[in-house]
């Protein structure tokens, strides 16, 4: 009935239902559930109600798409938008408070990784970088890099790196975790580059021996957003007054409206 209610945009029994316990985090035979059904006809009104009763914003149907996948009118879908960046500010506050977030998960960087013309994979054979990535590497750099002093974290293949070297820049410093990447880095000829310095660590732990810099650009594996979020704090004593900073955004990147999310969300705490 809540489902029936809710896709014919009729708030009014939507809200008597919710008071006399109908079930808000229902979903019905097809997998949806009834913020779903409203989003999708474009009841902004009904969206509202339901978050308002505690509808799970990020439930997802079998096809994994979210209320806000569905969502046709643009007042539903910043509902839908703000419900999600108010929960994940909330939850990371209270996650960061009793210290859930960001413990070192050192299982990728102790794994072995292999190495094939167009992709590195790790041991549990998921790409940690792939070729077809070049030119959007090209375009980071591009956007980093003015000559001056430039700063990336994460080797991978190196593509970002080879771009970054072609615009010149007075000194570049590569900042790579993972021992076979960074024996790769060296055997092929990176560490003899004039200009180039390499610093083997994690950028958590190698961070106090970097400087300043022009343009930093930042894409890491095997890390959680909590990880970026930490990086982007201390960006105010990396980048110099005016610098340029990037960093690749996979946030949530299964999911369209996750991911739209997460940019948001990035941009406020930045
Ligand atoms: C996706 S790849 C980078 C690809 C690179 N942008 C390119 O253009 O080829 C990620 C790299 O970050 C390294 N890495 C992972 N965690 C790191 C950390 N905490 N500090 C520094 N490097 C890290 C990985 O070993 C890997 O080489």
Redesign the pocket.
Known sequence: ELCLAASTGDNQKVKTLIASGADVTYFNKEGLTPLMLAAKQGHADVVKTLIDAGAPWNALSPANLSAGDFAMDLDAFDLLLNAGIRSELILGTIARKDNKVGDFDGD??EDRVSFSEDKIMDADSKA??MAW?KPL?EAHAKAICSGGHILN?????????TAIQQYGPASHTI????PE?YKRMCASGWAEKENVKIVFG???DVIQQLDTYDGIFF?????YYEDLREFHQHLPSLLKPGGIYSF?NGLCGGNAFFHVGYCQLVSLEL
């Open positions: 990728y960087l940690v970088m990535e590497m974290i994460g080797f991978g293949m190196g593509l970002v790196d900042v790579e975790a993972h990447v994690r950028w958590q894409d890491t594996y095997g890390e690749f």
